[in-house]
């Protein structure tokens, strides 16, 4: 659709209360815009960009397809388990029966050292206590503190504001945990899902992790991820599902200005056209977001401005032959933290491609490629005694210097939630105040709960397929499927983006 169709478009007359523009293409927007046109409003989308998927996307190089990055979702994220069936999406993108992660630690005086992390079908939190007890990268007393500190951790109250003012290194330390635990488990796991060691960690938002990836649920951090390219799932079946839904979609269209009329509606402004509307669901990162607020609409909006950001670097590396039988692991005692085999999803036909993960990745995000390819060839020798003898046909990296917004001790009350001080104008995004660190779950619940504001206000009811929190937090904590209730998840035996990124 052109400038004049858009605008010819944005001028046709709709009931009152039944139009919503949302602004941004993202897993958040996606999300919104799904919810509210399953409602029965009338809903256009914008993207500033040629595609939708926001920071999980893929780009074609050669021959192969590119995830920009790793992304990975748990068992314990329902809501973007919700997204994915959403979108006819779940296949592609299966969860493992267990969870089972390969930890290799090459820092050992008696070389290459594999451990795995991996759960039985018990109670929490015996479901790891074996996997615990065996873990050969802690000694075993830091094993038996480390299971000390896990309880201390289930005890703590997510609903407690202090937890956020607080970093997570300390508390590890004050509940007897050496570097060496800190390193090998505490961080392994959580510089995955929060990009930011523990010292640089709200406890607030480690605890939450924590307790509901580990401490709440046996099968809640099995491990999911897409075994296709993310363009299929969050570009094209999601604009498949947005077509079905009714919205219309447009990319290439990036809104320059938000303002709300005396009658209440709300004129958005792209190059060319105005849209009004009755509801804006503004589905952008914070920095952008705050440029877009209209004056008055949101509470000191310059505390957006103090939401920090992080990055992670991507290494992509495809050799010549197989030099990895395992989908993934994670890796100690080198600079490389976790290594995924992306060979099938990118369509490379011969050799193996493999992408290393690299969160919390500040002191490497704008090093030269050169410089990276020295650093992690001989690393991944190191790792990977294949890799000794294979010849590298490809080396690039891919870098998202705002990946996420960092999850410093404070950030919590810089987060806001879905409703502003202006009637009719929501935000969403990984960035708002769900409760979970910046990763796919997060987008999607922030979606959710900006269509459910927006429904309120505009008195439509609220789809009955719509992601529901309440259900979804009782099916976790009873062991059944939250998608649908009453069936069990599949591999419990009787689920990194949590959803890692």
Known sequence: MNDEQLADAAHTPEPAGRTAVVVGGGLAGVTAALALADAGVRVTLLEGRPRLGGLAFSFRRGELTVD?????????????????????????????????????????????????????????????????????????????????????????????????????????????????????????????????????????????????????????????????????????????????????????????????????????????????????????????????????????????????????????????????????????GTPVQWVFDRTHASGLRAGQYLALSQSAAQDEIDEPVAALRERYLPELRRLLPGARRAEVEDFFVTRERTATFAPAPGVGRLRPGARTEAPGLYLAGAWTATGWPATMESAVRSGVSAADAALGALGRPRPRRLFAFEEAAHCIASGGDPRTPGRQPEGTGVPLRGGTR
Not at 119 to 126: E, F, N, S, T, Y
Not at 173 to 187: F, I, K, P
Not at 281 to 289: D, F, G, T
Request: proline fraction near 6%; charged fraction near 25%; include cysteine.
């Open 68 to 332: 920009n990055g790793q992304h990975v979702y748990l068992r314990c994220c329902t809501a973007y388990r919700w997204f994915l069936d959403r979108i006819d999406g779940s296949a592609l993108a299966p969860l493992q029966n267990r969870l089972d992660v390969p930890v290799v630690d090459v820092d050992k005086p008696e070389g290459r050292r594999l451990g795995r992390l991996r759960r039985d079908p018990l109670p929490v939190p015996l479901h790891l206590g074996r996997s615990l007890a065996a873990y050969p990268h802690l000694s075993l007393a830091e094993r038996a503190k480390v299971g000390r500190a896990a309880l201390a951790l289930k005890g703590l109250d997510l609903a407690d504001p202090a937890l956020d003012a607080q970093d997570f290194g300390s508390w590890l330390t004050a509940h007897g945990q050496s570097a060496r635990a800190v390193e090998a488990l505490w961080d392994l796991v959580g510089v995955a899902t929060l990009n930011a060691v523990a010292g640089d960690c709200s406890l607030g938002l480690a605890a939450m992790v924590f307790k509901t990836g580990l401490l709440s649920d046996p099968g809640a951090a099995d491990i999911g991820w897409a075994h296709v390219p993310l363009g299929e799932l969050h570009d094209r079946l999601a604009r498949r599902a947005l077509d079905a839904a009714g919205v219309r979609t447009e990319v290439r269209a990036r809104v320059t200005s938000l303002a709300q009329g005396d009658d209440g509606t709300w004129r958005v402004r792209v190059p060319g056209a105005t849209l009004r509307t009755d509801a804006v669901v503004l589905a952008v990162p914070q920095r952008e977001a705050y440029d877009l607020l209209p004056d008055g609409a949101l509470h000191d909006a310059r505390r957006l401005l103090e939401i920090g950001t992080a990055p992670i670097l991507n290494v992509h590396v495809v050799y010549d032959r197989k030099v990895l039988d395992a989908p993934f692991f994670a890796a100690l």
